[in-house]
């Protein structure tokens, strides 16, 4: 982080934050977050990641996330886009997600006004429940953007290497070359990433309905951020962009609506052991209705309690 760089400085107007937290490298905030993105110094960050509502119906407790219309949802996600645009830096790069059904619409929308750096498929398993009736969706889109292709933008390609398997298990001679050498034991991935979805028993997991590995976003913040970098999440969610990037050493601020998910980033990210007298200790619902699941662990201090039919 730069010194004496002050991340509240970033947000000009602090009418539209309900409540808001800091330490020096974290700056998180309840509110909406267009309304608060409004007020956003221009090309103060450089790496966002946007997971927003997927206008699929997904309960998060105090809303769904249903709009009236599929055009009504595209309209909202361009709102939203278009401030993060402005405020990333020239030199910056935003990646973005929502359901597979509309990103062809924001893919159209980006292509034309800005930059499309990628087109990334994220491949996870099957939980085991699937559709009788049609092929089920097993993944999710994620779109890298940047301002334009005359752009230059951070692509940490050596930070994100994975094993290429034709060197590093079947040990093969690439006699192409002068003299033969063995190929390559590392390899740059491709634009289809495989990554578990985050389960129960994971430690990361956290209440929250659509919540993302930090395997991926560790990826994300490697490739395309430096030690010290701003990194941007307008909905933050269960907060894990920034614990990740707070553990890669760069500064991260989130904007999250949900009360209950503000809470998970004051604790996760240790900026606060209570909030309106309430201890902040973490505890974990299994998001499913099968009442044979229906249990949760409490996080306070190692110990964790079984605590059944809460």
């Avoid at 103060?44 to 769904?64: H, M, Q």
Wanted: proline share 4%; with cysteine; charged share 25%.
């Amino acid at each position: 982080m730069k010194k004496n760089m002050n991340l509240q400085n970033i947000v000009e107007n602090n009418n539209n934050i309900l409540e808001k937290a800091n330490s020096p490298k974290t700056f998180i905030m309840l509110g909406d977050s267009i309304q608060i993105l409004k007020f956003i110094k221009n090309k103060s960050v450089n790496l966002i990641f946007a997971d927003p509502p997927y206008n699929i119906g997904k309960d998060f407790g105090n809303n769904k996330d249903k709009w009236n219309s599929i055009s009504e949802y595209i309209e909202w996600c361009k709102n939203w886009i278009n401030e993060c645009m402005r405020i990333l830096k020239d030199d910056g790069t935003m990646y973005f997600m929502t359901a597979t059904q509309f990103m062809s619409y924001l893919d159209v929308f980006v292509s034309e006004k800005y930059n499309v750096l990628s087109r990334i498929i994220w491949s996870y398993d099957s939980s085991g429940v699937q559709s009788k009736k049609m092929f089920g969706s097993l993944y999710e889109p994620i779109l890298m953007i940047n301002k334009s292709n005359k752009n230059q933008y951070t692509f940490n390609s050596k930070d994100i290497l994975i094993e290429a398997k034709t060197g590093a298990k079947r040990g093969l001679i690439d006699y192409r070359k002068n003299p033969p050498q063995p190929y390559n034991t590392q390899k740059l991935p491709g634009n289809v990433w495989e990554f578990s979805r985050v389960r129960f028993k994971m430690d990361e997991y956290e209440n929250h309905p659509t919540q993302k590995p930090e395997k991926l976003l560790e990826r994300i913040i490697k490739v395309s951020s430096n030690k010290g970098d701003v990194v941007l999440d307008p909905f933050a969610g269960s907060f894990t962009t920034i614990a990740v990037a707070n553990k890669l050493d760069r500064c991260g601020i989130g904007i999250e609506l949900n009360p209950e998910y503000y809470k998970i980033g004051l604790r996760r990210l240790n900026l606060a052991k209570e909030f309106n007298g309430e201890i902040l200790c973490k505890i974990k619902l299994r998001k499913t209705k099968n009442k044979s699941k229906y249990s949760c662990l409490i996080d306070n201090q190692g110990i964790l309690p079984l605590c059944e039919n809460l």
